[in-house]
Nanobody, 127 residues
Framework: QVQLVESGGGLVQAGGSLRLSCAASGRTFSTGAMGWFRQAPGKEREFVAAIIWNAGITYYADSVKGRFTISRDNAKNTVYLQTNSLKPEDTALYYC????????????????????WGQGTQVTVSS
């Protein structure tokens, strides 16, 4: 089965940036979508961004729109999340996930619609 490994998290000051990576291994894929979710202590898992793998169409949560950018490298089977202008509210464990089926706006925003998950990478933003 597909394995997802996140990296790139860390501790930064407000206004800083991080680039998160999610590398897929075990099987290659060319359909479906890749998404980023985050979960802070005491809060529900929250949709952050998603990308339709083949088409490159992207979706963002309102809270990160204009600050975060999701992208992918087909050759490396890797998806990235460039996080800029980070705020303390962005502090969370960030997960990447893969959806294998048809994907569109409403589908990619729901965690239950993904079939593979990484273990997460921590992003901590100090004020």
């Amino acid at each position: 089965q597909v394995q997802l490994v996140e990296s790139g998290g860390g501790l930064v000051q407000a206004g800083g940036s991080l680039r998160l990576s999610c590398a897929a291994s075990g099987r290659t894929f060319s359909t479906g979508a890749m998404g980023w979710f985050r979960q802070a202590p005491g809060k529900e898992r929250e949709f952050v961004a998603a990308i339709i793998w083949n088409a490159g169409i992207t979706y963002y949560a309102d809270s990160v729109k204009g600050r975060f950018t999701i992208s992918r490298d087909n050759a490396k089977n890797t998806v990235y999340l460039q996080t800029n202008s980070l705020k303390p509210e962005d502090t969370a464990l960030y997960y990447c996930a893969r959806r294998s089926g048809p994907s569109y706006s409403s589908v990619v925003r729901t965690p239950g619609n993904y079939d593979s998950w990484g273990q997460g990478t921590q992003v901590t933003v100090s004020s």
